[in-house]
């Protein structure tokens, strides 16, 4: 029976546990500039200090105009390299593998003079009405994701997550709700997808694996549920993907399709299902803050890696508490060994 202290090995990367601290965006690139900063250094590197597994850098975009807000992070150029290996070797140097979440708002790109999107249909009536993009910069789109694969990799990253959830841009184009075209990526809309998987497959190692982030329901009328994710997981994965990190909604207001349950580990079963269904890892994420429930999860096989998000915003040690409240030894560096001696 696994535990959620137990080393996990997925290709070349063996991570020490199986907490995930997951991508959660700062909005704190004060210049603007898409270059993580002194407080992106403090906030990631305190997290591998606390003893965290994995660590996924959050949502990084491939061009400026697909930030949520410009105060966000980007691998768009290469300049923008060597501040993302800074954080990296930090993490490195306490024990935490890395990752990094590379995406596009899309639709959702709140500060883009003018956003893009599969179809010419806006978020909410706060949001701005989105271009559609033609076929051929559907084609460029890739390419832009293709070289900021090339980047994250030349930074020291471990492993590659593709941001296909929470209604942004992959997800745009696989949701029958945003993606109205008649085009290729009409007719067929899991091939942007598909195609972003495969330009990560051409530039990283076969050694290292490529995590995809989904929304596994969209809780609107008219939107995909379970099943219909369960088919395009299965594709994503003949694509090239390894692993799936389950998250859900994003593509619409929530509220009109039935809302998600506010009870603790409530996208759990998500998760579990497409671990079943296709045979592939997984990450579960969604309220798992409480240690004895993460460690429940991992012992009853429904995930193979446990995300906190709001438990380590809170408290960046959360997984050095979460090894104590469950019996084990610390986790932090030799330096505060003294707090742990009776």
Same mark, same amino acid.
């Given at each position: ?21 997951? &991508? ?22 305190? /997290? ?12 990084? +975009? ?19 390299? &060597? ?17 990094? !979440? ?8 709140? =500060? ?8 010419? @249909?806006?978020?909410? +009536? ?25 980047? $994250?990799?030349? *930074?020291?990253?471990?492993? @590659?997550? @593709? ?38 497959? /051409? ?12 929304? *596994?329901?969209?809780?609107? =009328? ?5 099943? !219909? ?9 003949? $694509?090239?993907? =390894? ?23 409530? !996208? ?7 671990? /079943? ?5 997984? @990450? ?6 409480? &240690?004895?429930?993460?460690? /429940? ?46």
């Amino acid at each position: 029976m696994p535990t959620l202290f137990e080393p996990f090995t997925i290709k070349n990367l063996t991570l020490r546990n199986r907490v995930v601290m997951p &991508p959660m965006c700062q909005y704190s690139v004060t210049a603007k500039d898409g270059k993580p900063n002194d407080w992106h250094f403090v906030h990631y590197t305190s /997290r591998a200090v606390g003893g965290a597994g994995l660590i996924i850098i959050e949502m990084t +975009d491939v061009e400026p105009d697909g930030r949520i807000t410009d105060y966000d992070l980007g691998l768009w150029s290469d300049d923008q390299v &060597p501040a993302f290996r800074r954080v990296i070797d930090a993490c490195h140097a306490y024990g935490s593998k890395v990752a990094i !979440q590379i995406g596009h708002a899309g639709r959702k790109a709140e =500060d883009a003079p003018t956003p893009v999107a599969p179809s010419p @249909i806006r978020f909410s +009536d706060r949001y701005k009405v989105p271009r559609e993009l033609t076929t051929e910069e559907v084609r460029n789109m890739v390419a832009k994701f293709e070289a900021a694969f090339r980047r $994250a990799l030349e *930074a020291g990253v471990d492993a @590659i997550e @593709i941001h296909g959830a929470h209604g942004y841009l992959i997800h745009q184009f696989h949701s029958p709700l945003t993606n109205r075209r008649t085009d290729e990526y009409g007719q067929d809309r899991l091939l942007f997808g598909v195609e972003v998987i495969e330009a990560a497959r /051409r530039v990283l190692p076969e050694s290292m694996p490529i995590f995809m982030r989904i929304s *596994a329901v969209e809780y609107v =009328d008219g939107g995909y549920g379970l099943e !219909q994710s369960v088919e395009f997981c299965r594709r994503y994965r003949e $694509a090239g993907v =390894d692993l799936f990190h389950v998250s859900s909604g994003g593509e619409g207001p929530i509220g009109s399709g039935g809302t998600p349950g506010a009870e603790p580990g409530y !996208q759990v079963e998500y998760a579990h299902t497409i671990r /079943r269904a296709l045979g592939v890892p997984v @990450i579960a994420v969604g309220k798992l803050q409480d &240690p004895r429930l993460a460690n /429940r999860v991992i012992e009853e096989e429904k995930a193979d890696l446990v995300a906190v998000g709001r438990g380590m915003l809170r408290n960046p040690y959360w997984a050095n508490e979460a090894s104590l409240t469950l019996g084990g030894s610390p986790l932090t560096p030799k330096a505060y060994e003294r707090a742990y001696r009776l």
